[in-house]
């Protein structure tokens, strides 16, 4: 668990004694949390020549070689061509660890002359048996008092987070002078890890550059601002990664003050007089084959220990304290330490919380369906927690059930409202947010104290609901719920201010704690993948009608399209369409609150309309004559003409026979093409009645000779006999009789 708001929760010193102080150490990193730091490290120079082979297998403390006395040359153990120096170590975390924080140091001792010189900045790291990455140092810092040496800095945390606890680290092409004695190079990654089988620590890793000699003979780094255990126990670790301790060369030491005076530290391989010894070691057990390759019990020049002391007199430091200092001196022998780290036991609160879910309506998880949240919090640490709150942010895939609030286990028991002010309990709706105060004296504004116990049997227990959403585009951008509760307190002693994530409360084949959210699928088979549609093709003056599918309570909608069209509506119309608004129209649908969005398209055609027809007929027409019906001839369409008596024709030109005075009237016809349809063109049509047959007569027989009387056949006259008819007005044809004459 990393401290929140850590420069104003933790106030840390450097100070340095008489030493010469090249570069003065700062924090490189920090964590208050369960756990540890770890080195995995190994030197880049050894030795050639006769003696060398025993000198660097000599098993500390014992042992007198050195780098004074022997020729330089590389390490380098992985056939590789494009490497001239190669090393390997392996880290091994105890079950449960996270890797926190890991730093990459190297250094060596090297002059402007030196063949890799302009590249000593850069170093390759291998995983296993990866493939090298090529890293280049975030600090460099060269040095010219007491040697001349360069040291590098390299933050490699996303690198071994992602190799896991347990890995093999081989790091290439690190740059030293070789060829000569008194020469050194090495490498070391500094690890922060977290491990909840562990005590509460504060752990630091120090950055920095001094030399330890006779003339210069003490570096002190000193923390301060925590606070450890009120009572019991307080175990703690120191660190240090050294050039050039030399095996034998005695008067190098490392002490502690943690308020009760300075006292010597050493373990099983690293004596009081004789600290850095050319050895890397965790709490006196000396690194060696198969973990470190090549297995050189002597590395003759390079330190990188953990020193574990025993403090079960509390000599080193006490309860209660709230500063320590470590101190390397010498009495004679000359050293370059880069890096120091400390680990010390605190007293604080570690609040924990879990979330675990269950599907009321049992198997596959349905959009619809009602989940029901159980969230446990408690404080495993060494310090009550007091004004402590829970809160639970609901992701936008699940819709809080209201009034389901209720804590069933622990202070405050029972059911709560959704409303503000009135109990421990409130629902946000605006942010999503359940909110929740826990432990012994809570109420309806403060949190209350939840006392620390290492089986968290002070805990507090409370549910609440919530339905899988049914909405399809929320579930094609994610159909996993993920939850995760956050508990919040502060340290009743300490004062300081923690928070800290659940995990799901299940754990995995070695008991360890699985971290993360809560995760919940939904089974979204029943839902289509997002479109965009309209009512394509569309004519001229039409409105075009935009869709988007499936619909959604939540998403926003943005579309964009030709003409500048812009709109914020899920289905919008564009209404009197012309020839420039056809084209593709893109319709981008988001999720609030989330970077998840779809983008859909649907091209829309418009199509020209026909003109309005001009139509014509041959009226007027007499009663039993045919109507004769016209219109221009369109390219491609069709037509429909509707009239009087249920009148209907699809034909361009229709025909109506055998007219009666029924069939006058308007006639209308509308002319089809590219699926649009003109406005209605229109021609009357009148039907005049047919006069009756006309009944003629004569003086008929007469006698040659006489005269044919004068007949009147509607307005015409003629001495002979005549037939008329009327057609489109009356006309007269001449006809002659003989027959029936009388001599």
Known sequence: ??????????????????????????????FTQKGGIRFVANTVVTCSGPGCAAGRVEVPPAGTSTDNGFTAAYVDIDADGTTFSSSSDSLTLPLCSEISWAGLYWGGEMTNAGANYATRNQVKLKVNNGTYLNLTADNLQDNNIGFDTYHCFKDVTPIVQAAGTNARFTVANVAAR?????????????????????PMRNLTVFNGLSNVSGGNPI??????????????????????????GDRSSTGDQLMFNGGSGFVNISDAVNPLNDIFNSTYSYNGVQKTTPFINPGYTNSLGFDADIFVPNNAAKN?????????????????????????????????????????VVDLNGGSVLPGDILEYTVVGKNIGSDPSVNTFITDTLEYNAV?????????????????????????????????????RVGTGANAVSGGQVNNSSLGIDS?????????????????CDNIINNRAYIFGTGNVSGNTWSNGSNPGIFDINGCPI?????????????????????????TGSTISLTSSPSSSVATYSWTGPGGFVSTAANPNRANATVAMAGTYTCVISIPSSSCSYTVTTVVVVNVRPATPAPSSNTPVCTGNTINLSTAAVAGATYSWTGPSAFASALQNPTRPNATVAMAGTYSVTVTANGCTSAVGTTAVVVNATPATPAASSNTPVCTGNTIGRYLFGNCYHKRLYECSRNNGCSCQYYSSYSNCLQ
């Open 1 to 30: 668990m990393k401290k929140s708001y850590l420069a104003f929760l933790f106030f840390l010193t450097v100070t340095v004694g008489v030493s010469q102080v090249i570069t003065p150490f700062s924090i490189a990193s920090q």
């Open 178 to 198: 070789v060829g000569g004695t008194n020469r050194f190079g090495g490498w070391s990654i500094v690890i922060i890890y977290k491990n909840d089988l562990q």
């Open 219 to 244: 570096t002190d780094i000193t923390v301060s601002g925590f606070l450890t255990p009120l009572s019991g126990p307080v175990t703690f670790e120191l660190g240090a990664i050294t050039y050039d």
């Open 316 to 356: 080193y430091i006490g309860n209660s304290a709230t500063s320590a200092t470590m101190r390397m001196t010498t009495g004679g022998e000359t050293f370059l330490t880069q890096v120091a780290t400390m680990a010390i036991d605190v007293y604080e609160p570690d609040l924990r919380s879990a979330v675990r």
């Open 400 to 436: 809080y059930v209201p009034g389901s609030l209720s804590v069933t286990y622990g202070p405050n028991a029972g059911a709560k409202t959704d409303a503000a002010g009135d109990d421990q309990f409130e629902y946000i709706a605006a942010q999503r947010v359940i909110r929740v």
């Open 460 to 476: 507090t227990q409370f549910k609440f609901r919530a339905m899988a959403t049914t909405d399809c585009i929320v579930l094609q």
């Open 515 to 539: 971290p993360g959210t809560t995760a919940t699928p939904i089974s979204a088979a029943s839902c289509l993948p997002p479109s965009a549609g309209s009512n394509s093709p569309v004519c």
